[in-house]
């Protein structure tokens, strides 16, 4: 399966920008870029995904670097409900969704 | 939007009786389903893919015998936790996609929290 490096942990300021990085250098040709966040005790909630364009939606941005060896996820105004886990995490032919341990963001009020 | 029921949200059950956790997709079809686990502060392990009308695929080191997973109809899938240990205690969550294709998003259900005394 292939991998994604998220770092652990970001602070933000509520109603600024969040920049989530997440590096995936094995990353195949028909790989998706999946991003979802969790908050405690529910289940994930699907974010955003990708394959090779940036993608935007009502939650956030999704910016895939031409090599497709990283990608970051915009939030572009945070607020105290996007507290969560996010997961970057790459979707490939197998169907299958492999979670990695995900960048835990926290926001300052 | 594509939406996902899991129920129940909770149960406790006495060791050694089975626990059965339905997952549902409300208004798609799904043709393929997934059942995780996720223990206290960690991320969320899968443990089985299941396909409507076929056998589960289970991951390496999850009990097939333990873990029965049924996918009769594109809306349904469920889990049963046979002779629950407290081991088996955790928070189990189903996920579907519509088609056979990475190219839709993940839909997942809100989690049962399973605990075994």
């Known amino acids: 399966d292939a991998k994604t490096t998220q770092p652990n942990s970001m602070e933000s300021n509520e109603e600024e920008p969040v920049h989530l990085p997440c590096n995936h250098s094995t990353i195949s040709g028909t790989d998706y870029i999946h991003w979802y966040r969790q908050l405690p005790s529910q289940g994930p909630e699907y974010v955003i995904h990708g394959l090779t364009s940036n ?30 886990v996010y997961y970057c995490i790459l979707a490939d032919s197998s169907y299958k969704l492999i979670f990695g341990s995900g960048t835990r963001l926290l926001v300052r009020p | 939007g594509a939406v996902v029921s899991q129920h129940p949200s909770w149960v406790i059950c006495k060791s050694g009786t089975s626990v059965k956790i339905e997952c549902r997709s409300l208004d798609f079809q799904a043709t393929t389903m997934f059942w995780y686990r996720q223990f206290p502060k960690q991320s969320l392990m899968l443990m089985a893919t299941s396909n409507e009308g076929s056998k589960a695929t289970y991951e390496q ?38 088609g056979r294709g990475a190219v839709y998003g993940y839909t997942f259900g809100s989690g049962t929290r399973l605990t075994v005394v």
């Open chain 2, 61 to 98: 080191g999850v009990e097939k015998d333990k873990f029965l997973i049924n996918h009769a109809s594109l809306t349904l899938s469920t889990l049963t936790v046979t002779s629950a240990h407290p081991e088996d205690s955790s928070f189990y969550i189903c996920s579907a996609i519509k």
């Open chain 1, 55 to 84: 993608v935007n939606n009502r939650m956030a941005s999704l910016a895939i670097a031409e090599d497709r060896k990283s990608s970051t996820l915009i939030l572009h105004r945070a607020t105290l409900r996007d507290a969560a």
